[in-house]
């Protein structure tokens, strides 16, 4: 376990073998300091609550020290192209800050979204990938533009707490939101369910699939774990019988780079693809997910978030101790 970049570099048993580790930090069971005298490397690209919090935590916790850098703030601003002239706003290179870094810490997180302007630029990762080939010590994947793994093992982690190693139906929907946003999160849970062996079903309007190169993968995991794919465009089916709901709003491929008309097409979505009462009741007592921050009101509402079927707080718990089973596992 040289990085830990996307869930499906790793076995289901290598997933199994983290959620099983999690559960013993979480409950107590292993008080071990694997990073005891040695630091982690933060760095974010992008703003951050829950992964910045739960990391620096699970660092202490583990014995370690936290090292935040944010380029362009706390840190110079970065480029990561080769053979680029810097001649306009960019400071320092990441083949230097790499190297730098990496002869002060242990290991190192990055967090760098996509920027909504060109997929087929973005979905290949350049500045993740930068710090891949520069770095000798392991990289943590803390949101880029294709996945979220850290808050996906936390979502596997949430679905084994409540319902154990059963297969499940699992939803997850689209959800209508003022902007379009990126694709990570759903990307990486899709991947994740699919690996853990679930049924998964994918609802969202037409014309807002996911990247067909990831569903692809998607459906090859799901084979071979013995779960399923299914996809609708029906919101008034989609929650048909399912135990797992999670929400999520993406943007469309079709005017990716183009937000106002993203925004303008959008809009007639606003009211139906909402997670409200009704749809709630025709699951099969179905716990709710969302990774947050979420909109009240906007992807679901207060009654729904507010439930006892609700697990968003979990979730959030439960990054922290996925996190400190990734780290351990790294530095051993």
Same mark, same amino acid.
């Given at each position: 376990?040289?990085?830990?970049?996307?869930?499906?570099?790793?076995?289901?048993?290598?997933?199994?073998?983290?959620? #099983?580790?999690?559960?013993?930090?979480?409950?107590?069971?292993?008080?071990?300091?694997?990073?005891? +005298?040695?630091?982690?490397?933060?760095?974010?690209?992008?703003?951050?609550?829950?992964?910045?919090?739960?990391?620096?935590?699970?660092?202490?916790?583990?014995? +370690?020290?936290?090292?935040?850098?944010?380029?362009?703030?706390?840190?110079? =601003?970065?480029?990561?192209?080769?053979?680029?002239?810097?001649?306009?706003?960019?400071?320092?290179?990441?083949?230097?800050?790499?190297?730098?870094?990496?002869?002060?810490?242990?290991?190192?997180?990055?967090?760098?979204?996509?920027?909504?302007?060109?997929?087929?630029?973005?979905?290949?990762?350049?500045?993740?990938?930068?710090? #891949?080939?520069?770095?000798?010590?392991?990289?943590?994947?803390?949101?880029?533009?294709?996945?979220?793994?850290?808050?996906?093992?936390?979502?596997?982690?949430?679905?084994?707490?409540?319902? +154990?190693?059963?297969?499940?139906?699992?939803?997850?929907?689209?959800?209508?939101?003022?902007?379009?946003?990126?694709?990570?999160?759903?990307?990486?849970?899709?991947?994740?369910?699919?690996?853990?062996?679930?049924?998964?079903?994918?609802?969202?309007?037409?014309?807002?699939?996911?990247?067909?190169?990831?569903?692809?993968?998607?459906?090859?995991?799901?084979?071979?774990?013995? +779960?399923?794919?299914?996809? =609708?465009?029906?919101?008034?089916?989609?929650?048909?019988?399912?135990?797992?709901?999670?929400?999520?709003?993406?943007?469309?491929?079709?005017?990716?780079?183009?937000?106002?008309?993203?925004?303008?097409?959008?809009?007639?979505?606003?009211?139906?693809?909402?997670?409200?009462?009704?749809?709630?009741?025709?699951?099969?007592?179905?716990?709710?997910?969302?990774?947050?921050?979420?909109?009240?009101?906007?992807?679901?509402?207060?009654?729904?978030?507010?439930?006892?079927?609700?697990?968003?707080?979990?979730?959030?718990?439960?990054?922290?101790?996925?996190?400190?089973?990734?780290?351990?596992?790294?530095?051993?």
């Amino acid at each position: 376990m040289k990085n830990f970049l996307k869930t499906s570099d790793f076995s289901r048993e290598a997933i199994e073998e983290l959620i #099983e580790a999690a559960l013993r930090f979480k409950s107590g069971e292993d008080s071990s300091k694997p990073l005891s +005298g040695k630091s982690v490397a933060l760095v974010f690209f992008n703003p951050s609550l829950r992964t910045r919090a739960s990391m620096q935590v699970g660092i202490y916790e583990l014995g +370690g020290n936290s090292v935040i850098l944010e380029p362009g703030s706390t840190s110079w =601003t970065l480029e990561h192209r080769e053979n680029v002239v810097m001649d306009t706003d960019k400071t320092e290179h990441l083949k230097e800050f790499v190297r730098v870094l990496e002869r002060y810490v242990s290991i190192v997180g990055v967090r760098t979204f996509a920027n909504l302007q060109n997929w087929e630029a973005e979905r290949i990762e350049p500045i993740l990938s930068a710090f #891949e080939k520069y770095s000798t010590k392991p990289v943590i994947n803390l949101e880029s533009a294709m996945h979220h793994p850290c808050q996906a093992l936390a979502d596997m982690l949430t679905i084994r707490e409540k319902f +154990g190693k059963k297969k499940k139906k699992v939803l997850l929907t689209w959800a209508w939101h003022p902007k379009p946003l990126p694709m990570a999160v759903p990307n990486s849970f899709a991947l994740a369910t699919a690996q853990m062996g679930h049924d998964l079903r994918i609802a969202h309007p037409k014309g807002f699939e996911l990247d067909s190169e990831l569903l692809s993968e998607v459906e090859r995991q799901a084979k071979e774990n013995g +779960g399923s794919v299914e996809y =609708t465009s029906d919101i008034n089916e989609a929650f048909e019988d399912v135990e797992v709901v999670y929400a999520k709003s993406w943007g469309s491929f079709q005017n990716y780079g183009d937000a106002e008309k993203e925004i303008k097409e959008r809009e007639v979505y606003r009211k139906d693809w909402i997670v409200d009462e009704a749809k709630m009741a025709q699951t099969d007592s179905a716990i709710f997910m969302h990774c947050l921050p979420v909109r009240r009101n906007v992807i679901v509402t207060d009654a729904i978030i507010d439930s006892a079927n609700s697990v968003v707080i979990d979730e959030a718990e439960n990054r922290l101790h996925i996190q400190k089973a990734i780290l351990a596992k790294l530095i051993k």
